[in-house]
């Protein structure tokens, strides 16, 4: 049986000089990525950046606006290397901590509809379909909905 070494990471602020990585995974994991320029204005505009590491090594980040009355997950990644071991989940508890202490009264994101992991991810959390954005996202294929999802705090 394969041993996973045990996983403590830390939650931190994104920083400039780690958008090299952040954007690697980031090309790994979306097929119509954020650019280095989409990130980079995140920071500049003052979004709530984080990226989770251990050992030097980022293994997940995630993007928070927060807003007068709610706050919005605008992207989340995890390593596909480290993915399916509870990184999301640690990194979306993270995310609906920072935005009850920033008063927010719900959480909102959205996710392509034929993202379905992690939709039932959200789900197991609280999160109900609230809305769709029709054809929100490119696709291969023309565009995709988007559904939009909200946690009341
Ligand atoms: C979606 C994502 C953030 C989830 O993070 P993760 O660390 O892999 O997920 P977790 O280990 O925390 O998953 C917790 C639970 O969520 C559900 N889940 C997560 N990913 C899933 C998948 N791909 N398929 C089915 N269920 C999934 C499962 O119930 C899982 O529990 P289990 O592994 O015991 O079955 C991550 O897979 C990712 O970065 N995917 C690519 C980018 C992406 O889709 N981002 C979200 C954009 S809205």
């Not at 280095?36 to 920071?43: K, V």
């Not at 994101?109 to 109900?128: I, K, M, T």
């Amino acid at each position: 049986m394969s041993q996973t070494p045990p996983l403590h990471p830390e939650i931190r602020p994104m920083c400039e000089s780690d958008l090299d990585q952040v954007i690697r995974i980031e090309r790994q994991i979306f097929l119509f990525p954020w650019s280095l320029a989409n990130f980079s204005d995140s920071l500049k505009a003052g979004y709530l950046c984080r990226v989770m590491e251990e050992n030097l090594t980022i293994l997940g980040y995630s993007i928070l606006m927060i807003g007068p009355d709610e706050s919005h997950i605008l992207t989340l990644g995890i390593n596909p290397d480290w993915q399916r071991r509870g990184l999301g989940e640690k990194m979306l508890h993270y995310l609906i901590d920072l935005s009850a202490e920033h008063g927010a009264k719900s959480v909102l994101l959205d996710v392509r509809e034929s993202n379905q992991g992690a939709a039932r991810l959200y789900r197991q959390l609280g999160f109900e379909q609230i809305g769709k954005r029709k054809g929100y996202y490119p696709a291969m294929c023309g565009r995709e909905d988007a559904l939009v999802m909200q946690l009341r705090l």
